[in-house]
């Protein structure tokens, strides 16, 4: 071990969607910052079906084209008894390569100027004005850590933050078959309780068939593949957890939380792909101000972060849940009487509803 350690400006734990985007719109103001990363090849393990609204899009408008395999603006919804209706989004989703859309936001931050450690963050104290990072292998300094760590996050349990219980594990495999081009949903106590189980087509023949639920993933996957695509041998190639709910504090002095570390996610579906892209600048914003201010403790993060995030994404996460709330109260019973409800009268109202529960000019 040196007898001097290394100074930055900022330093980003976990080199995926949220850290690379933060790491690369901070090195493009020209601050000095250190991602790290555990994993050497970046994007894998992956643990996400990649299905996104507009919005990611619109955010990342540079994004190569050939990382977007799919576009697709309608969903069936199965209750428990195979009745199912249709709903068609106000605006297309798209179906991206989701290890491609890490790699690409990785390389950016690369590119921007962010120096890049493969190595597992353990944990940091306070130390003389500056936040001393420990790994497995070194220990840095730094002015401002960022959580970019995902849904277990260790810097979120070092900073004593604490993160909501709802817990789900998803388990999802790449299957061949003949999938009409629509998202489908599938939801049941004995096919995924309090969660559903997907198929996420990625053109005719080929699709990520998945499932999420609090317990018994692996049950209740084979179950699912069984059913739908009469085919229980498929290994999952993707798997993770789905972590939702506000959390009182995604702050603390000098660290900041963002993405699936400060659960920012979809409740009814999971998804943290956009709400992660819209905190990153968020966070990296916060961060400007705080060089420009030298401002870094826990008051100017709550106005300058927490509370300017929770303002845009809180009322869509509150709707997520009170939906979840009140679709999982039913019985599958109720769920096929509400089901068939909705094709005969609802689904005019439900037509105009936004993947991501949000106003049109949150971008703006
Ligand atoms: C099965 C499943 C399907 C999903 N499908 C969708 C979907 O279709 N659309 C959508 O929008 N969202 C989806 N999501 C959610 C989406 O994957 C996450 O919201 C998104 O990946 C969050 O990105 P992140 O960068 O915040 O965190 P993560 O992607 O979790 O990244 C965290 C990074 O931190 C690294 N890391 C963790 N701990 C350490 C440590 N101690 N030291 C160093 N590095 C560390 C990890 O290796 C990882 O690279 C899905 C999730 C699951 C589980």
């Not at 643990?47 to 540079?62: A, M």
């Not at 798209?94 to 390389?107: A, E, I, W």
Request: hydrophobic share 40%; aromatic share 12%; with cysteine.
């Amino acid at each position: 071990m040196r007898d001097y350690l290394d100074i930055y400006d900022v330093i980003v734990i976990g080199g995926s969607l949220s850290g690379s985007r933060v790491a690369e719109l901070l090195a493009q103001k020209g601050r000095n910052v250190l991602l790290i990363e555990e994993h050497e090849k970046i994007g894998l393990p992956c643990k996400c079906t990649g299905l996104v609204s507009w919005r990611t899009l619109e955010i990342l408008k540079n994004l190569p084209k050939n990382l977007v395999v799919n576009k697709l603006d309608k969903g069936k919804f199965y209750a428990p008894d195979g009745t199912f209706f249709v709903l068609k989004s106000k605006k297309s989703a798209y179906v991206l390569n989701r290890t491609g859309l890490d790699k690409f936001l990785f390389d950016q931050a690369v590119k921007a100027g962010t120096k890049v450690k493969t190595e597992h963050f353990e944990t940091f104290k306070y130390s003389d004005g500056y936040v001393e990072v420990k790994t497995n292998k070194d220990i840095y300094r730094t002015k401002i850590l960022i959580g970019a760590d995902g849904a277990n996050s260790v810097v979120a349990k070092n900073a004593n933050l604490t993160m909501p219980k709802n817990i789900f594990v998803g388990l999802q495999t790449t299957a061949q078959g003949n999938f009409e081009q629509y998202v489908e949903l599938w939801f049941g106590e004995n096919i995924a309780p309090k969660f559903f189980a997907w198929v996420v087509p990625e053109n005719e023949e080929v699709a990520r068939v998945g499932v999420a639920t609090h317990t018994n993933p692996k049950q209740y996957y084979e179950r699912f593949l069984e059913s739908r695509l009469n085919h229980n041998g498929l290994i999952p190639n993707v798997a993770g957890i789905i972590r939702f709910g506000i959390m009182k504090d995604t702050i603390a002095d000098r660290i900041i939380l963002v993405g699936d570390a400060a659960c920012q996610v979809k409740p009814f579906s999971g998804g943290g792909i956009t709400y992660g892209l819209i905190a990153s600048q968020i966070c990296a914003d916060a961060v400007e101000k705080a060089f420009e201010e030298n401002k870094f403790d826990y008051k100017f993060f709550k106005q300058n972060y927490d509370l300017k995030w929770k303002k845009i994404l809180a009322p869509a996460i509150k709707k997520g849940m009170m939906s979840r709330k009140m679709l999982y109260l039913l019985s599958d019973s109720q769920m096929n009487v509400l089901f068939k409800m909705i094709k005969l009268f609802g689904y005019k109202i439900l037509n105009r509803f936004d993947f991501d529960l949000l106003p049109d000019n949150v971008l703006n």
